[in-house]
């Protein structure tokens, strides 16, 4: 009997697992694609042996925006119906500036201004701040 109970608690545990990774909207997935990649690189970006990598973490980042962009943030069901499509447009244009801002970076390294590059990597920083004050559920 111990050891069918046993048997049963082990069961559950790749159901709580799957539980939560559920948790995560597919927003918050490329949120954390992005999270990754810029933390990845922050520590090659002047490194000039670093530049194939460097080039696929800058495809990743484009490809997560492009898809943060088509994705409805969470807090958007709590918005008046009158105020949704200006929140939602709001939203996008926040995505743009990042996009734009990531294009930059991408620009900079290809030219070899990694100084550019490093400065433009830390302005990511206010404009990721402005769209979970106004866009992240508290
Ligand atoms: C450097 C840029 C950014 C980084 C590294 C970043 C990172 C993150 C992380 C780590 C989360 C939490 C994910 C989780 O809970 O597992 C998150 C959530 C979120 N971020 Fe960002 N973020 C960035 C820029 C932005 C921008 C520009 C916007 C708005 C235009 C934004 C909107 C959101 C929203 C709305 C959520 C909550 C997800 C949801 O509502 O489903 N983020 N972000």
Redesign the pocket.
Known sequence: MKIRNLLFSFSLIPLMFSLRADE??P??KQ??I??RS?KQLSGQIADPAKQQSIVTLMETLKQAASDAKGLD???AASVPQADRERFLAD?RA??D??SAAFNQIEEAVSTGKYDQAKTLLSA?GP??K???T????D
Do not use: C, N, S, V
């Open positions: 995560d909207t927003l918050e949120m954390q992005m999270a810029i943030p969470r807090k939203y926040q995505i500036k990042l990511l404009i990721k402005e769209g979970h106004k866009f992240k559920q």
